[in-house]
């Protein structure tokens, strides 16, 4: 399978979770990988994996929260690579609980990390995907949950992300770059530990899923992405894909 053949994908928080899922997917395909984040353990780790699958990955070790430390970051991604096709935007700070309860410090985490991080690394790498490149943000349904409660700071950091998704995909589309939204549900270390804390709410939540299971990180989730940046979806930009199950609904 070689449809990113000659591609290469930067890929935040790529070290765990849904976005070393994505990582192995796009790399399955013949992409040539960037791996982001914040410990370098863990980049090494999932790099030296998709090197034992045949594919090629580097490591590439920045806190997105760090205005400088993106612009360094793709500077170093181009230098060690010659370009870059591909960007996901995963990394983030979860601000959960309460509006009574999250703190401002907390939020704005969640913001920095989230849809400012997001914005300064579409910038960052906007010169280099002009032409035939696709941005993946990742979001969430939790906007639409059937009980937002102890969601709402998460829900509106996710939004926000949402609606510069779309504002990038009109702005850039004439420039050949296509930017797209998914809101995943996958059996990531997070979604591992949010079950593990919160059992009865979890067993109500899998019963929402249509298809009865949370996804698989990359078998359900990069695999999807995969397709998105490929030239097969070639016609679809602005859009929030829910990998989900079936669970949430849009209106």
């Known amino acids: 399978?070689?449809?990113?053949?000659?591609?290469?994908?930067?890929?935040?928080?790529?070290?765990?979770?849904?976005?070393?899922?994505?990582?192995?997917?796009?790399?399955?395909e013949g992409a040539r990988i960037a791996l982001v984040g914040r410990t370098a353990g863990k980049l090494d780790d999932t790099c030296a994996e998709i090197r034992r699958r045949g594919g090629e990955a580097h490591p590439f070790v920045c806190d997105v929260m760090l205005k400088e430390g993106?612009?360094?970051?793709?500077?170093?991604?181009?230098?060690?690579?010659?370009?870059?096709?591909?960007?996901?935007?995963?990394?983030?700070?979860v601000p959960l609980g309460r509006l009574l309860e999250v703190t401002d410090e907390a939020f704005m985490q969640g913001i920095d990390s989230g849809p400012l991080a997001t914005m300064r690394m579409m910038r960052a790498c906007y010169p280099h995907l002009c032409g035939d490149g696709s941005i993946v943000n990742c979001v969430?349904?939790?906007?639409?949950?059937?009980?937002?409660?102890?969601?709402?700071?998460?829900a509106a950091v996710?939004?926000?992300?949402?609606?510069?998704?779309?504002?990038?995909?009109?702005?850039?589309?004439?420039?050949?770059?296509?930017?797209?939204?998914?809101a995943p549900h996958a059996m990531s270390p997070s979604m591992a530990g949010w079950v593990a804390e919160h059992p009865e709410e979890a067993a109500a939540f899998f019963e929402t899923i249509p298809l009865g299971r949370v996804g698989d990180c990359e078998k359900d989730i990069g695999r999807a992405v995969a397709f998105l940046v490929s030239a097969e979806a070639g016609y679809l930009t602005g859009a929030t894909v829910p990998l989900d199950g079936g669970q949430a609904y849009w209106g």
């Open 1 to 28: 399978m070689s449809r990113l053949k000659g591609k290469v994908a930067l890929i935040t928080g790529a070290g765990q979770g849904v976005g070393q899922g994505i990582a192995y997917a796009l790399a399955a």
């Open 70 to 93: 993106i612009k360094h970051c793709v500077e170093q991604v181009v230098a060690h690579f010659d370009g870059v096709q591909v960007l996901v935007n995963n990394a983030q700070v």
């Open 140 to 154: 969430s349904s939790a906007a639409v949950r059937w009980d937002a409660s102890g969601y709402g700071h998460y």
């Open 158 to 182: 996710k939004e926000a992300i949402r609606a510069l998704t779309r504002a990038a995909a009109c702005e850039w589309g004439s420039t050949g770059i296509r930017v797209n939204a998914i």
